[in-house]
């Protein structure tokens, strides 16, 4: 498989804060980004039906390598952010999500940031990914109240893109915030 780069324009909307060294701490670089992204893992939790106490869907959560220099999320995110690599990323805890081996009747849920679901050219490599899985599961991707603060308006795309096709849309810690209401 060949190694997937995402549209400058990506790039562009996801402005690094200049203290990002406090974020991903310092001593991170390109390579180890790489490295994170070549053996990161997915977590998975479960999303239990209260009144049946079965589990209806899984949430595939990136995980960095044990061990790494970037094995928690938070920096692992932050990092290939600053290197130019969140695309890269997504699209590999995807490709792993969509390897999991789950029963029918249990959805999958990702999260997914919404400056990549406005990308066409990202959205192309995601759909391809997913049409290539033999038993593709029933998705439902999860938009972060973060979201809908930095840019209703992007949000509203986001959900465009995941209804072509036919995944749903859940907003995840909406009302949180006060000032996610208001938007």
Known sequence: R???RCDALINEQLAVAPDADATIGSGVTQGLVDEAIQALRVAVQPIIDPSTGRAVALEALARGPIGHALESPDR??????????????E???KRHAFDLDLPAHVE???????????????????????????????????????????SPGRLVLAVEACRRLGWRIALDDLGSRSESIAA
Do not use: H, K, Q
């Not at 692992?76 to 990323?89: M, P, Q, V």
């Not at 050219?121 to 973060?146: F, H, K």
């Open 91 to 93: 699209l590999e805890v």
């Open 108 to 150: 999958l849920y990702l999260n997914i940031e919404p400056v990549l679901l406005c990308s066409e050219s990202w959205m192309a490599e995601l759909r391809d990914l997913w049409e290539s899985v033999p038993n593709r599961p029933s998705v439902t991707v999860e938009l972060t109240e973060r979201a809908v603060l930095a």
């Open 2 to 4: 060949g190694e997937v």
């Open 76 to 89: 692992l995110f932050a990092a290939a952010t600053t290197f130019s690599r969140l695309g890269d990323l």
